[in-house]
């Protein structure tokens, strides 16, 4: 009875610790992809500027 209870607990902590390394990995990748989607705005951002100062000067 104590060896079946120790086995359950056993398996029950490989599952938490399972679960704490796939959180982790998702907020992992969730890190990454806010990284990405920030430097994809810098740059959407930096082309708009050249494009309206580059219409600026066809107007002028």
């Known amino acids: 009875m104590i060896a079946t209870a120790a086995e359950e607990q056993s398996s ?3 599952l ?3 679960g704490f390394a796939s959180v982790r990995n998702s ?3 969730s890190a990454a ?3 990405n989607a920030r ?3 810098e740059s959407l951002a930096r082309t708009s ?3 309206r100062e ?3 000067r066809v107007q002028l």
Do not use: T
């Open 39 to 41: 430097r994809e705005s």
């Open 16 to 18: 938490i610790s399972h």
């Open 12 to 14: 029950v902590a490989e």
């Open 49 to 51: 500027v050249a494009g």
């Open 33 to 35: 992809a806010f990284h």
């Open 27 to 29: 907020a992992e990748q």
């Open 54 to 56: 580059n219409i600026a």
